[in-house]
């Protein structure tokens, strides 16, 4: 009967431990899982409402900027364009420069209706800013032909990156809005 009393030592002293490290898996000890509310030992920039400073690194990326589209109505009508014309597929494309300023085409403008064009842009800024493709706006599935065109640069000081096609009616639409800037007659 030695082996008892050592096993129950070996059992008050496994207790014993227990006991002692079972406050420090606790929340109100400063182990376990954090508590909701900051202990006063936390400072300013220890809160989450406090701003990181100029240099602090941020696991959350910034949001891209929202393109920003020119307003549609009257605008000054300068613009400085390349336009790319593609008929159909397999054929070689067409290019223009057009520069307008106050809605008059510059002399190094190289487009086949500029003074169209121009008068155009300063009518309608956002005439080469069409609906986003992704929106909820309903087209009609219409085939309008094989053209495409796309045309960059800036239009009174707002970039333009955009593309044009005639695969359906939205599509269409916008194309003959901007038809005399895309420098084509018509439907082509």
């Known amino acids: 009967m030695t082996d ?3 096993s129950m030592r070996k059992t008050a002293l496994a207790l ?3 006991a002692t490290l079972l406050p420090a898996c606790s929340p109100d000890q400063g182990g376990g899982t954090p508590s909701a509310t900051p202990t006063a030992s936390a400072t300013a920039s220890d809160s989450p409402s406090a701003s990181p400073s100029a240099d602090a690194e941020t696991s959350v990326p910034a949001p891209a900027p929202e393109p920003s589209a020119a307003p549609s109505g009257p605008g000054q009508g300068n613009a400085e364009l390349s336009i790319i014309v593609t008929t ?3 054929e070689p494309e067409t290019s223009y420069t057009l520069v307008c300023t106050d ?3 510059a002399a190094e403008s190289v487009h086949p209706s500029a003074d169209a064009a121009c008068a155009a842009l300063k009518e309608n800024a956002g005439l080469l800013s069409p609906a986003n493709p992704g929106s909820a706006q309903a ?3 219409q085939w309008g032909g094989p053209q495409k065109a796309t045309v960059t640069g800036v239009v009174d000081g707002v970039p ?3 593309a044009f096609s005639r695969t359906n009616g939205c599509e269409i639409s916008s194309w003959d809005a901007a038809r005399n800037v895309l420098g084509v007659a018509g439907g082509a």
């Open 16 to 18: 014993l431990l227990a």
């Open 103 to 105: 809605g008059v085409p």
């Open 160 to 162: 333009v990156d955009a």
């Open 88 to 90: 159909s597929e397999g």
């Open 4 to 6: 008892r009393p050592q």
């Open 139 to 141: 087209c009609t599935q």
